[in-house]
């Protein structure tokens, strides 16, 4: 068995060991900048030979491009009926939380948040120190308790629309903590 010598990169001039199935025509290492040199350098190689030159040029390369976008029209253009976010739907599972102790009616952070924006939540969780989805979910339905509390949104068969809430005090001196 003979050893393979060690080569000097063209490019980062370090030496390295070449593949030895390729190692009489390799002279860049594998480093990304200089498989990219290796491939800048093959590539301006081939395009200076004559016959290389107006390889995909002229009316035929045109009429064969053209006849292909014939066949496969809009590849190159997003279809509006392509979704934009890369997972799944999520599908609602049930809870192994029966804690009858808290009167909200799920605590599952996908129930309630499901269609709001991953914003949202890391907000959520940045305001709150949470990690987990519960603690989360049960952070989210607070604020949204508050929400609706401060905008009044809840009031039943009054129609003069009374500012009572459950609010702690009329003018807090800072927001409550969550």
Known sequence: ????????CRNCKQLFPPDPRNAQRQWYCSKPECRKASKASS????????ENRDYFRGPDNVQRVQQWRKANPGY?????????????PLIEQP???????CDFTS????DSLIMQPAVLIGLIAHLTG??????????????QQLG??????????DSH?????HLPGKNPKGPPTV
Do not use: V, Y
């Not at 068995?1 to 060690?6: A, C, E, G, N, V």
């Not at 809870?95 to 102790?101: E, F, G, H, V």
């Open 130 to 143: 949470f990690a987990l989805q519960d603690d989360i979910a049960l952070a989210a339905q607070r604020m």
């Open 107 to 110: 605590n599952a952070l996908q």
């Open 1 to 8: 068995m003979t050893r393979i010598k060690r080569k000097k």
């Open 43 to 50: 590539q301006e190689k081939w395009l200076q030979k004559p």
């Open 148 to 157: 609706t509390d401060i905008l009044n949104l809840h009031h039943k068969g």
């Open 76 to 88: 190159s253009r997003k279809t509006k009926n392509t979704p934009d976010a890369l997972q799944d």
């Open 95 to 101: 809870t192994d939380n029966n804690d009858d102790s």
């Open 161 to 165: 629309g009374s500012k009572t809430s």
